[in-house]
């Protein structure tokens, strides 16, 4: 039972340098979400994919570029990575939406 | 907007109740959430309740939610030292999109033995 797996677990770039960062459910979930967690400011929403094919800005979208390559796979690309990037990456899918988010383990990304 | 507001820290002697608060701003959010994230890891959901209903016991976890002020509580009863966590209330607001989770800060639970 892997639910949600993230990948890589943990990243140092340099400022400039672009990354995809990959997430896969086996849940046959259809909505995907990513999210950054930065200290005192909790979850904050970067993109989400309601159904396969489809792909919505969520709070803080800048800087970012995702991909809802099929049903399983969401992916999230820094195109130019800058130090305010600098953070824990969770992608998590549901059911739908009003339904329980399951979380991958995170992805720690330290931009110098 | 949507917005979901929690105190960052709570500390609490080893057996006592923890009382943990929210509020949060969508009238239409059809669920509320409690989420715990131990340290390393991705976030679990604990518990949730339906925006029509006031309370909802769960063994030691209980819920209350007051519509009228917005205002969500989770209440774990002889806290326990495994019970450090971060805990987060979220929201799911009603949206035709209908597929996003609001997150608050999180409340840092310690206890003290």
């Known amino acids: 039972n892997a639910g949600v797996t993230q990948t890589p677990k943990f990243q140092v770039l340099k400022t400039g340098q672009s990354m995809t960062l990959q997430c896969a459910q086996d849940m046959n979930h259809n909505s995907m979400y990513w999210y950054r967690q930065d200290p005192g400011m909790g979850l904050r929403l970067i993109y989400y994919s309601a159904s396969e094919g489809t792909t919505d800005k969520g709070e803080v979208p800048n800087g970012y570029n995702v991909s809802r390559l099929n049903k399983r796979e969401f992916s999230l690309r820094l195109e130019s990575a800058a130090p305010s990037q600098t953070s824990v990456y969770f992608c998590?899918?549901?059911?739908?939406?009003?339904?329980?988010?399951?979380f991958g383990q995170g992805t720690r990304l330290t931009v110098v | 907007g949507e917005d979901v507001e929690q105190s960052l820290f709570l500390s609490v002697r080893e057996g006592d109740s923890s009382v943990i608060n929210c509020t949060y701003t969508d009238s239409s959010s059809t669920y509320l959430y409690w989420y715990k994230q131990e340290p390393g890891a991705g976030l679990q959901l604990l518990t949730y309740?339906?925006?029509?209903?006031d309370m909802k016991q769960d063994q030691r976890l209980t819920v209350l939610l007051n519509k009228k002020d917005k205002h969500l509580s989770l209440r774990i009863a002889d806290t326990q030292t495994g019970d450090s966590a971060i805990y987060f209330c979220a929201e799911s607001p009603l949206s035709p999109s209908a597929s996003k989770i609001i997150f608050g800060s999180g409340t840092r639970l310690s206890i003290r033995p």
């Open positions: 998590a899918s549901s059911v739908g939406g009003n339904t329980e988010a399951f």
């Open positions: 309740i339906f925006s029509n209903m």
